[in-house]
T-cell receptor, first 113, second 111 residues
Framework: KNQVEQSPQSLIILEGKNCTLQCNYTVSPFSNLRWYKQDTGRGPVSLTIMTFSENTKSNGRYTATLDADTKQSSLHITASQLSDSASYICVVSFNTGGFKTIFGAGTRLFVKA | DGGITQSPKYLFRKEGQNVTLSCEQNLNHDAMYWYRQDPGQGLRLIYYSQIVNDFQKGDIAEGYSVSREKKESFPLTVTSAQKNPTAFYLC??????????FGPGTRLTVL
């Protein structure tokens, strides 16, 4: 069964600290993996996208990694800011007789002053 | 100013009523999608359309209907057949199979 699992479910960190969010997937055949940031009550916004051949992608203080062999991805946030408080969603796409996408349930990050 | 818009932001419905959620995009994207988001769950696909006048059911299409008469517009109707419609609804568009761009969402509450 194609699945995307994220951990932890929620996370509280102090402003200025780093954190890493995890995403494991069982999707096959893999096409690409995206990380989205979703502020409360808003639509998700794309942070990074990685294909099979890419193992790291950065967007400012956000760095995503991908290990296609172990089917794991992580999102590392450096020097967190209060505005980083949001849900972070891992999204995996695959192509099997049609292009399909599975969304993880997200990790809820709270950054405290 | 390019983007994807949804209206209304908040919507209240009485049981037994049909309601229609609007989604418009001026990004010239071929594909448009409707998702439902419930607390603690990932987004679930309701319907999607890859071309005008064509659309496909997603994973949870029962109780919903859509139309795609124009490239820019993909309205979603939540019918009275949808047993638990209270949720946050998100519309997205993309150039298949590119990144999906999401609208701001509509929060539907059944009274």
């Amino acid at each position: 069964k194609n699945q995307v699992e994220q951990s932890p479910q929620s996370l509280i960190i102090l402003e200025g600290k780093n954190c890493t969010l995890q995403c494991n997937y069982t999707v096959s055949p893999f096409s690409n993996l995206r990380w989205y940031k979703q502020d409360t009550g808003r639509g998700p916004v794309s942070l990074t996208i990685m294909t099979f051949s890419e193992n790291t992608k950065s967007n400012g203080r956000y760095t995503a990694t991908l290990d296609a062999d172990t089917k794991q991805s992580s999102l590392h946030i450096t020097a967190s800011q209060l505005s980083d408080s949001a849900s972070y969603i891992c999204v995996v796409s695959f192509n099997t007789g049609g292009f399909k996408t599975i969304f993880g349930a997200g990790t809820r990050l709270f950054v405290k002053a | 100013d390019g983007g994807i818009t949804q209206s209304p932001k908040y919507l209240f419905r009485k049981e037994g009523q049909n309601v229609t959620l609007s989604c418009e995009q001026n990004l010239n994207h071929d594909a448009m999608y409707w998702y439902r988001q419930d607390p603690g769950q990932g987004l679930r696909l309701i319907y999607y359309s890859q071309i005008v006048n064509d659309f496909q059911k997603g994973d949870i299409a029962e109780g919903y209907s859509v139309s795609r008469e124009k490239k820019e517009s993909f309205p979603l109707t939540v019918t009275s057949a949808q047993k638990n419609p209270t949720a946050f609804y998100l519309c997205a568009s993309s150039m298949v199979p590119d990144t999906q761009y999401f609208g701001p969402g509509t929060r539907l509450t059944v009274l």
